[in-house]
């Protein structure tokens, strides 16, 4: 009976996870064939023409790039710090579980409502109006969350025994933390960097308000001005478009270029994370 448990249990596992990959090739494999026919290089060098039926994306994609470093720069120290005092610093399981509440309820807030307070704090009460700042901020809040739970657990990952040799051998807590301590979880910490990226890059609601214009010729010249970007070039396409056949592919076409940006994004930072484990083994 627990041999057939197991291999009951080792089956549906399987099965699951063959499940999940078929879904994921399905996806892709769906977005290339719609997409591919548009690609070309006018496609990614130029920008859109003609009420967004001919011409390209270029500044669709300067403009994700530009919001999803914005949202890492300002959002990576916030968490790190706030996962250091967390996991280092805070004592008293009360004060944890409630700092992790908050934590909790931040990343189920709906991204509408982040696309909300950033119009109201950051596009009006801040003045910075509808631009690559307010739009970078505004997702920066919003992957939050996720960095705060992936350091936080890559801290915990660090064995108590390099905290002790540290300190004993005269460094402070604080020089411990950065000195060793930090650099061991840096590679998980990558991780929640990761998955932040694919969240930033592809939100539409939160840069609808803040940051996302529908139609622009040029490219910005200062974290000030409002940019294209691609899922809202996307939604753009798809909802407000008068020449939906063209449009369409358009759209798609976007959409794998979208797909391709996060990719590449998630395999630079993958390469960075396995870096820094082989300079750990030396």
Same mark, same amino acid.
């Given at each position: 009976?627990?041999?057939?448990?197991?291999?009951?249990?080792? $089956?549906?596992?399987?099965?699951? /996870?063959?499940?999940?990959?078929?879904?994921? *090739? /399905?996806?892709?494999?769906?977005? @290339?064939?719609?997409?591919?026919?548009?690609?070309?290089?006018?496609?990614?060098?130029?920008?859109?023409?003609?009420?967004?039926?001919?011409?390209?994306?270029?500044?669709?994609?300067?403009?994700?790039?530009?919001?999803?470093?914005?949202?890492?720069?300002?959002?990576?120290?916030?968490?790190?710090?706030?996962?250091?005092?967390?996991?280092?610093? $805070?004592?008293?399981?009360? @004060?944890?579980?409630?700092?992790?509440?908050?934590?909790?309820?931040?990343?189920?807030?709906?991204?509408?409502?982040?696309?909300?307070?950033?119009?109201?704090?950051? !596009?009006?009460?801040?003045?910075?109006?509808?631009?690559?700042?307010?739009?970078?901020?505004?997702?920066?809040?919003? *992957?939050?969350?996720?960095?705060?739970?992936?350091?936080?657990?890559?801290?915990?990952?660090?064995?108590?025994?390099?905290?002790?040799?540290?300190?004993?051998?005269?460094?402070?807590?604080?020089?411990?933390?950065?000195? !060793?301590?930090?650099?061991?979880?840096?590679?998980? *910490?990558?991780?929640?960097?990761?998955?932040?990226?694919?969240?930033?890059?592809?939100?539409?609601?939160?840069?609808?308000?803040? $940051?996302?214009?529908?139609?622009?010729?040029?490219?910005?010249?200062?974290?000030?001005?409002?940019?294209?970007?691609?899922?809202?070039?996307?939604?753009?396409?798809?909802?407000?478009?008068?020449?939906?056949?063209?449009?369409?592919?358009? $759209?798609?076409?976007?959409?794998? !270029?979208?797909?391709?940006?996060?990719?590449?994004?998630?395999? @630079?930072?993958?390469? *960075?994370?396995?870096?820094?484990?082989?300079?750990?083994?030396?």
């Amino acid at each position: 009976m627990r041999r057939f448990k197991q291999i009951f249990g080792f $089956a549906l596992s399987t099965i699951s /996870l063959i499940i999940a990959l078929s879904f994921l *090739i /399905l996806i892709i494999t769906y977005i @290339i064939i719609k997409g591919y026919s548009v690609l070309n290089w006018e496609f990614i060098s130029q920008p859109p023409k003609m009420s967004m039926t001919k011409g390209g994306i270029l500044p669709a994609i300067v403009g994700t790039v530009l919001l999803s470093i914005g949202a890492i720069l300002f959002s990576l120290p916030f968490g790190v710090l706030s996962s250091i005092y967390l996991n280092e610093y $805070a004592r008293g399981e009360r @004060i944890k579980r409630i700092i992790r509440v908050g934590v909790n309820s931040l990343a189920g807030v709906p991204s509408v409502v982040f696309g909300l307070f950033g119009l109201a704090i950051f !596009v009006k009460y801040f003045n910075f109006g509808v631009s690559v700042l307010s739009g970078s901020l505004t997702l920066g809040i919003l *992957i939050l969350p996720i960095i705060i739970r992936a350091t936080e657990e890559a801290l915990k990952m660090v064995p108590n025994s390099f905290r002790e040799a540290s300190l004993a051998m005269g460094a402070t807590r604080w020089q411990t933390t950065i000195k !060793v301590v930090l650099p061991s979880a840096l590679p998980n *910490i990558l991780t929640g960097v990761i998955l932040s990226i694919g969240r930033a890059a592809g939100e539409t609601a939160p840069i609808l308000f803040t $940051a996302a214009a529908f139609y622009l010729i040029g490219l910005p010249n200062s974290i000030f001005d409002k940019v294209m970007a691609l899922p809202y070039h996307i939604y753009a396409l798809m909802t407000e478009g008068t020449f939906p056949k063209e449009q369409t592919t358009i $759209a798609y076409g976007t959409a794998f !270029v979208l797909l391709v940006l996060v990719l590449g994004m998630n395999i @630079i930072a993958i390469m *960075i994370r396995i870096r820094s484990r082989r300079k750990q083994q030396w």
